[in-house]
């Protein structure tokens, strides 16, 4: 069956086998979010039912299809007391921890369809144009103050059926994402945010068991001293000083996937739950030219070319009922890649280069529901060593993270989730007196909640009440500024609430 | 595809984890204990962490080396990783800057020195952190070098203002006012960073006259660190009791017994003096430097502006520190002081030298192990082999040193009498370079060579030689910041011929015991300064009691080459009769004289010297 007819099935046949068909379609095309949406998908004019998976990736981007424009968003909006007088604040110490505190972030994402007769070729040719406008606080009604934090998140287009059925193509700015461990508010293995462009490829577009090849180009330049500078000039009038760019060396991001997945039972449409298994490569590969920069004695310094690579790997295994899933994610990454593609690299070796960087990460993310009840688990470890060949850096680090919440729902729109969180991290260096740099902390929440769309770890929009208690470690507290309150209280409490949604969506 | 092929898949993601982990535990190994002999066997080598190597450039923090007296990037592991470089010198002991936490920056100038702390308890992190510091000396210790941390117990960095005008704002000038007698001007200006000094405390004053004690206002500026000491042990320090609140010294001499400001006024630049006869700073002071010994496995303290602390501190500091120490297993522990002063009896008096009131001398007391040689830096390098002077002005030096220091080792201390632990130094980081002093005083042509034979004294006369990081690069700043160089800039060279001078010198000394530890006899000295066959030599004998024989012959003339006798006169020497002597300051070997009739005559060069051992002696 292809991706078009189990997408097409989603509409006429009932809520559980709509999930699977979803969950396979999404898997299917998760070569990260480069997974277009299917114009074939769903009739024209056809919203995604609010039930929709949001697991294993882009079921609900993908869903959304037909010709016509389309509206999608991600959101979540919080507020909370610290039950001092004070405002609650998110608590992590690891870079990926508990997601119950995050803050206020919406998107807003505009989609322009259209379909094409496919001249000389079978089939049609169809076309995406996709806008995704990011907001980040503050809320005027909270501060007052007539501003925001805005971001275009996706500015691009794409096409699809030109060559061969499973061929598609893009240009444009946009988020390049794989599957995400949600507890975690995080996307472990192909994570880029790049403008450039990419084609992937689904070999066989007929069989369930599919396999997929992408392709991706990028070009980010961030504005720091790394990458760019500018300085006065004279002006070529004689009079004053002109800007001019005097480095400029952009990073350049390849990436490549495949992806394949199997499924352990063959069967028809309506013939129960499929269970399988997806097996995903992925690598990237970092590179920056050589550079010229003033330095601070106004002396040209040379900067040496950059490069890093990235492998990893996932396996993941979904029993085709409701959003029954494990995914297990490894990457390995070296020099500039090690550092992530928006991370300005500190921690240089004395070439002032990335070269001898290397990072380690190991993923987990996990849903399990049977009957009312459900539980998600995500989990994390990295390990950073930083470029500068000194075994007692400082941003040399073990770090990880590990979120278990079980729920359960009392009812089809009520249900109330615990959330126990352990966070830890470790770097190579000791504190003034002595002590390893050495931080953890335990954070538990109790958070009932109200979920219109109905039961599902998935299910969106969800209204939430947050009481989140967090105990941290006397090395916990040291992360903090001398004056942070954090600094100073063993414990942390934080009640609140939050409202989160997604709908035809490239966020997640 | 299915399970089965599905497994290497994951087995491989399985190996790869188990192997994932960077070692965040990485042990320095660091054991704590003695690693001394006796100190008279050292030769130190002064480093300024900030200029000799940048070895991580994640802690270049506001580093400009464009500007001579801002941070250039040196640290901990730059010097760690330039062992090979201080093994081939030959020197065997660092003193490193300090390494406390500072303020960052005041009027333009940076803390790249290290001497205006903030926080005793807290690092410098601009070198590194302790896991560094820890690595440096556990790395020199492997190398059998000791190393020696700078400190300061006299002050702090600037880290509060005097509010004179009581306006609640630091104020660089105040004007108006009425006249009074403080302001017979009617107008005065000040700075309420740095104002002079007053006793008993800095008065504030208004347009209506005087109003009692200035206010102290500690300034909270965490970009720069300048804020008060945030540990809670050192709270003391965060407040105005913990400081004498006089303002900075302008007269180092005034009455009424020329040590009141010395004592009590702020070091110049705004550095507030402490109250260290409060027992409360007092324990500050000796927990937060005793402590690092314990986490750094210290050797020893170089300790600052010595002259600006009482006595008693001394006294009372220098045994809890050994005490600490000794616990440690560090029966050693060097404390040797700066007393910046061409006074003998002053410099002396910090080795424990005690007089009444009519100059008689009193039992001694134990005080610091030793001290800069301030006195033989004027009188011996500065005006004898710079400036040419007689050289019985260095076996005066040796006399008076006799008179004025302590020949009691102190209890506890490192077992060596104060007066034989006298630290020699040509220069250091508040005096401009040896080369660039004698530039200054007609000595251009020939600077190096008067470098070389002043060195050659440094290392073979008795006491603790000190040398200052980059003389052996020759480097030629003036006075600071202009002679804190950039090591860096010398691509460490070890093939000049300073720092083969240098090499050889200590190999020399490394390899005879009298050298180091034997006693020390003028053999020959003059007033001749001109034409005479002996002008500007000085020559002595180090020896020991199992045998070991030294004798130096240096010839500080310049404009002719000088023998050890002057008319009938012959140089006596205790070395037996017939006795081949040797010289051995060359590496292929110089000349060679024999004792005849108790007597060595020996001619030597303009602005030369000569070791000479006896002829069987292997270096």
Not at chain 2, 77 to 100: E, R
Not at chain 2, 231 to 236: D, G, L, Q, R, V
Not at chain 2, 288 to 293: D, K, L, P, Q, V
Request: charged fraction near 20%; hydrophobic fraction near 35%.
């Amino acid at each position: 069956m292809s991706p078009s007819r189990l997408a097409r099935a989603r509409g006429v046949r009932g809520r559980q086998r709509t999930l699977a068909v979803a969950f396979a379609l999404a898997l299917i095309s998760a070569a990260g979010s480069a997974a277009a949406a299917d114009p074939e998908a769903t009739p024209p004019g056809t919203t995604p039912p609010p039930s929709a998976p949001k697991y294993p990736t882009q079921a609900t981007a993908a869903a959304p299809a037909g010709e016509g424009f389309s509206f999608g968003s991600y959101g979540r909006v919080s507020t909370a007391s610290d039950l001092r007088g004070g405002s609650g604040r998110e608590a992590n110490i690891t870079a990926f921890g508990s997601r119950l505190d995050l803050p206020t972030y919406a998107e807003i994402q505009l989609e322009r369809r259209d379909r094409w007769p496919n001249k000389g070729g079978v089939g049609s040719v169809s076309t995406n144009v996709v806008f995704t406008m990011a907001f980040a606080g503050p809320l005027f009604h909270e501060t007052g103050v007539f501003d925001a934090k805005t971001a275009v998140r996706n500015l691009y287009a794409d096409t699809k059926g030109i060559f061969h059925k499973g061929f598609s193509a893009w240009i444009g700015s946009r988020m390049y994402r794989g599957d995400d461990v949600y507890l975690l508010n995080f996307w472990p293995l192909d994570n880029l945010n790049m403008v450039g462009g990419g084609v992937k490829l689904a070999l066989d577009t007929t069989s369930e068991e599919a396999t997929t090849l992408a392709l991706a180009v990028g070009l980010g330049r961030a504005q720091d001293p790394f990458s760019f500078q500018t300085i006065p000039s004279s002006s070529p009038s004689g009079f004053g000083a002109t800007q001019v760019t005097f480095l400029d060396r952009p990073r350049l991001v390849t990436s490549l996937k495949a992806q394949h997945l199997t499924f352990l039972k063959q069967g028809k449409e309506g013939e129960g739950a499929k269970p399988g298994f997806k097996v995903a490569l992925y690598g990237e590969q970092h590179s920056m030219g050589r550079g010229v920069r003033l330095n601070e004695s106004n002396l040209r310094e040379e900067l040496p070319s950059e490069r890093g690579t990235m492998i990893g790997g996932q396996l993941g295994f979904f029993t085709g009922e409701r959003d029954v899933f494990v995914n297990l994610f490894l990457r390995y990454a070296t020099g500039l890649a090690a550092y992530g593609d928006k991370t300005v690299p500190s921690a240089l070796n004395l070439d002032k280069s990335t070269s001898g960087a290397h990072e380690t990460q190991l993923a987990l993310s996990a849903n399990y529901e049977k009957g009312p009840l459900g539980v998600l688990v995500g989990g994390y470890f990295r390990a950073f060593k930083d470029a500068s060949g000194n075994a007692y850096s400082r941003n040399t680090f073990n770090e990880g993270s590990l979120v278990v919440r079980p729920q359960v729902w009392l009812g089809d729109h009520f249900g109330l989730a615990l959330e126990g969180n352990y966070q830890s991290l470790a770097t190579a260096a000791v504190r003034d007196d002595g002590s390893r740099e050495r931080a953890s902390l335990w954070r538990f929440g109790v958070v009932p909640f109200l979920s219109p769309a109905g039961r599902g770890s998935f299910t969106r929009p969800h209204f939430q009440l947050i009481y989140l208690y967090t105990s941290r470690d006397a090395g916990a507290r040291l992360r903090y500024a001398p004056d942070d309150k954090f600094a100073r209280r063993q414990n942390e409490h934080y009640l609140g609430f939050t409202v989160e949604w997604w709908f035809n969506s490239s966020y997640r | 595809m299915r399970l089965r092929s599905i497994l290497p898949f994951a087995l491989a993601m399985a190996a790869m984890v188990a192997t994932s982990c960077v070692d965040v535990s990485p042990d320095p190994e660091l054991q704590v204990g003695n690693h001394v002999d006796d100190w008279r066997d050292e030769v130190i080598y002064q480093v300024l962490i900030d200029r000799f190597a940048n070895g991580d450039l994640s802690n270049d923090y506001r580093v400009n080396k464009a500007h001579p007296a801002r941070y250039h990037g040196g640290d901990w592991k730059g010097l760690a990783d330039k062992l090979d470089y201080i093994q081939a010198l030959g020197v065997t002991t660092l003193w490193i800057s300090p390494i406390v936490r500072n303020v960052e920056t005041d009027a333009g100038i940076d803390s790249y020195h290290g001497y205006w702390t903030q926080d005793p308890f807290l690092l410098n992190q601009h070198f590194g952190n302790l896991h560094d510091l820890q690595d440096l000396v556990r790395r020199a210790h492997r190398r059998k070098i000791k190393v020696v941390l700078d400190i300061v117990t006299n002050h702090m960095g600037q880290l509060f203002y005097y509010d004179i005008n009581q306006n609640g704002r630091p104020d660089e000038s105040v004007q108006g006012g009425i006249k009074t007698a403080k302001n017979p001007g009617g107008t005065v200006h000040i700075t309420e960073y740095d104002p002079d000094y007053e006793a008993p405390v800095v008065q504030s004053f208004t347009s209506l006259g005087n109003a009692g004690p200035a206010p102290i206002i500690f300034i909270r500026d965490p970009a720069i660190n300048r804020i008060p000491p945030q540990t809670p042990e050192a709270w003391i320090l965060a407040t105005a009791e913990g400081y004498h609140r006089r303002g900075r010294i302008v007269n180092y001499d005034a009455p009424p017994d020329g040590t009141e400001q010395t004592m009590f006024g702020d070091f110049p630049g705004g550095l507030k003096d402490v109250a260290t006869e409060d027992p409360r700073v007092r324990d500050v002071m000796l927990k937060a430097y005793g402590r690092w010994i314990q986490l750094a496995d210290l050797d020893g303290f170089r300790i600052d502006t010595v002259k600006h602390v009482e006595h008693e501190f001394w006294e009372v500091w220098s045994k809890g520190i050994r005490d600490k120490a000794k616990s440690l297993g560090k029966p050693k522990f060097l404390l040797f002081g700066e007393v910046f002063d061409g006074k003998d009896d002053l410099v002396g008096s910090y080795t424990g030298v005690r007089k009444d009131a009519k100059g008689t001398r009193l039992p001694d007391v134990d005080e610091l192990d030793g001290l800069f040689d301030f006195p033989q830096y004027f009188q011996v390098f500065r005006d004898v082999f710079i400036g040419g002077g007689p050289t019985t002005k260095i076996a005066a030096r040796w006399t008076e040193r006799a008179s004025n220091w302590s020949k009691t080792p102190p209890a506890g201390g490192i077992g060596v009498a104060p007066v034989e632990a006298h630290v020699n130094f040509l220069d250091n980081h508040d005096v401009g370079r040896f080369l660039w002093q004698a530039s200054g005083s007609g000595r251009e042509k020939d600077k190096l060579a008067v470098l070389h034979n002043a060195l050659a004294f440094l290392l073979t006369e008795d006491g603790i030689p000190c040398i200052y990081y980059g003389t052996e690069q020759n480097f030629s700043g003036g006075n600071d910041p202009s002679n804190r160089e950039d090591l860096w800039l010398s691509g460490y060279d070890k093939t000049n011929e300073t720092f083969q001078r240098i090499a050889r010198l200590n190999r020399v000394r490394a390899a005879v015991p009298a050298l180091r530890r034997g006693d020390m006899q003028f053999t020959w000295t003059t007033d001749h300064v001109a034409d005479e066959s002996d002008a500007g030599i000085v020559a002595f004998e180090r020896f020991t009691a199992d045998g070991s024989y030294a004798l130096v012959v240096i010839n500080t003339n310049a404009a002719h080459a000088s023998t050890t006798e002057f008319g009938a006169n012959a140089m006596k020497v205790r070395a037996p009769e017939g006795l081949e002597l040797a010289d051995y300051l060359p590496p292929s070997g110089g000349q060679k004289v024999t004792v005849t009739g108790g007597t060595v005559k020996i001619t030597v060069p303009p602005t030369s010297a000569v070791i000479l051992l006896p002829s069987s002696a292997r270096i």
